[in-house]
């Protein structure tokens, strides 16, 4: 493992984090003994930054209760983070902050981040409630050792939030998909020359590591049969030297031990003018397939007309990346389209819930517009309207 050293606190940070909002689940709920191998392997494979977030259902406990059990807190970094889209006032600061506390059975937060900030509007609403003075406190007391913020907005304001605070460090989404997208490698560049960057989403939510067009993992194939396409979107990550550590959401522990090889090596330069080539290639094939640019983060669920928002989108990307029968078996069962409790677009009200919610400020309403007219044209309506009735006759 190698280790970049946090130029605002001097810490000793392993270049490779782990997100644990995808943390393996067993029939919905976090499964623990998975959970714990993927926790204390990373620890023994020499990951010490952790990052979970109080709307990452059960993750905040579930490590607090790994790291607790195992008595390795000391030796990581916890990274979590204030539920911005939650707070309705000053008050909400200490309510949320001390069940974190509770969660991840520990008196103090490494790295404490204000959760999604999309613009400064939202920085000044927080500011108006005081949350400097509650930050200077939390401080001052050692419960928050560095303050930074997570961010889904556009470049400029990104920019304007560098300036307008004294942050020890940010999260910011990065890939190769786009290098412009939200705060950017303009916004990484700014940032880093003042404080630690942690990237989010290095492949896209999974997207670059097990959905790409079958075309662009055969250019990665040819280029380095040695290297998965999880493997080259990660160095793409580590060969940025603005760059202080990435969080991968490793569900797998096979994922893990790849990445653990990887982050032995990568680095600034690792990457020439014949890699840039195949980076350029692949990403003409994406920008032709993905129409969708959900990550399936689930922040806009639930949605209160039980539609399956990233199983929508992720069943038409795969229309166009895989094909139309691909997408369509994956859209049927995603949205349980044939029972009773079917999560189809079609169910959809408008009430606009879901928009507000979403950190890549997807569009979801006319998106899901336009899922529902390629997805479900009458034929498949006439289907699933037959099967549930089957189904209901047959259960009566
Ligand atoms: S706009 Fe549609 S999809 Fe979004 S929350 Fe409302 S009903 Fe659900
Ligand atoms: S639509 Fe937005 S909020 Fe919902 S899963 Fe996709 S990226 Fe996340």
Redesign the pocket.
Known sequence: MQYRIDSRSGNKLSILGLGCMRFPRLLGAIDMKKTEELVMRSVEGGVNYFDTAWLYPGSEDALGGILDKYRVREKVYIATKLPVVMLRGRADFDKYFDQELARLRTGYIDYYLMHMLTDTELWNKLKSWGIEEWIAEKKKSGRIRQIGFSYHGSRDEFLKLLEDYDWEFCQIQYNYSDENFQAGVTGLRAAARNMPVMIMEPLLGGKLAGGLPPGAERIFREANPALSPAAWGLNWVWNQSEVTLLLSGMGELSQLEENLKLADRAGPGMLGEAEAKVYRQVLELLNRSYRIRCTGCNY?MP?????N?PGCFAAYNTSYAIGYVAGMQQFITSTALTSERSSS?S?????????THCPQHLE??RS?DEVRRRMEPFWIQGIGAAARAFLGKKRR
């Not at 949605?303 to 539609?307: D, I, L, Q, S, T």
């Not at 169910?347 to 928009?355: F, H």
């Open positions: 806009c949605c209160p007309r039980g539609v928002i677009p169910l959809c009200v408008k009430c606009g819930k879901c928009e979801i309403i899901l």
